[in-house]
């Protein structure tokens, strides 16, 4: 399993960015995948996720603003981030559970400037 992230990058407050999560070495449409994100000095914590057959999950903190989905057939995972605040400044990980094994992609850093 490989989780390869990007799409991160420096944007004002108010600003969009995607990201994108290549995923390989399994059936990305199978498992409940999702994105995490850590800030500086703070743990990790969730931020979104999806799998089959149920609503997405969004931490309270991005509800309404940040939307998860997959493209099955490109294997790739995304997450579309609107409104972004300076607080959600954060290296970004995506995150697949496979057989009841955690994998995690390399982070990618966002940064929101006020």
């Known amino acids: 399993v490989q989780l390869q992230a990007s799409g991160g990058g420096l944007v004002q407050s108010g600003g969009s960015l995607r990201l994108s999560c290549a995923a390989s070495?399994?059936?990305?449409?199978?498992?409940?995948v999702g994105w995490f994100r850590q800030a500086p000095g703070k743990e990790r914590e969730f931020v979104a996720s999806?799998?089959?057959?149920?609503?997405?999950r969004y931490a309270d903190s991005v509800q309404g603003r940040f939307t998860i989905s997959r493209d099955n057939a490109k294997s790739t995972l995304y997450l579309q981030m609107n409104s972004l605040k300076p607080e959600d400044t954060a290296v970004y990980y995506c995150k697949a559970n496979v057989q009841s094994e955690n994998y995690w992609g390399q982070g990618d850093q966002v940064t929101v400037s006020s």
């Open positions: 070495g399994f059936t990305l449409g199978y498992y409940d």
């Open positions: 999806i799998r089959s057959g149920r609503d997405p």
